[in-house]
């Protein structure tokens, strides 16, 4: 087993007409389980962190150009294994309260994917797909429909506990 680590960050921002989005990212295509899905900003630790906090802000620094500086960190979630890359994933919760633009590493992400925070609490959103991956075929996962994007797998595990938090607070 004795899986990698890694930390990503689920963002909370104003927009400009100061609604609240949480930020996803579509990962670009390439050679690997996770080429092309829907993800948080993150990625593995390296030497430089200090702990996967510092691993979760310096990724998102890197793959969305967000100032570690300007994320007030306001909860760790729970950790999540990923099997199919043996990834022990540690997810935090962050607020960029006074948002600049995005700056997308080209390299590592295809696309922004800003989803309201109405319509992430949306119970319709929220779905079941029958889905076929690099190791099972035709498999049903709970999933949400996000800006047009099936989001399923780790990130939507740490969705739903992020949803649930979120409906316990307001």
Request: aromatic share 8%; net charge negative; glycine share 6%.
């Amino acid at each position: 087993m004795n899986p990698k680590k890694a930390g990503v960050m689920a963002l909370f921002y104003p927009d400009a007409s100061q609604v609240t989005r949480l930020l996803l990212i579509l990962r670009k295509a390439y050679q690997g389980v996770h080429s092309n899905q829907i993800g948080f900003p993150g990625g593995k630790v390296e030497d430089v962190d200090s702990d996967l906090m510092e691993t979760a802000l310096r990724e998102t620094h890197e793959e969305v150009g967000v100032p570690p500086s300007a994320v007030e960190v306001i909860k760790e979630l729970s950790e999540v294994y990923i099997p199919p890359s043996n990834f022990m994933v540690r997810p935090f919760m962050g607020i960029y309260h006074e948002p600049r633009p995005f700056v997308i590493e080209e390299s590592e992400v295809e696309r922004l994917v800003e989803v309201y925070l109405h319509d992430f609490l949306d119970d319709s959103n929220h779905i079941e797909e029958v889905l076929s991956t690099s190791y099972a075929k035709n498999i049903h996962v709970p999933a949400y429909k996000l800006n047009g994007y099936t989001v399923w797998g780790a990130t939507a595990m740490m969705l739903s506990e992020i949803k649930e938090l979120l409906q316990k607070a307001l």
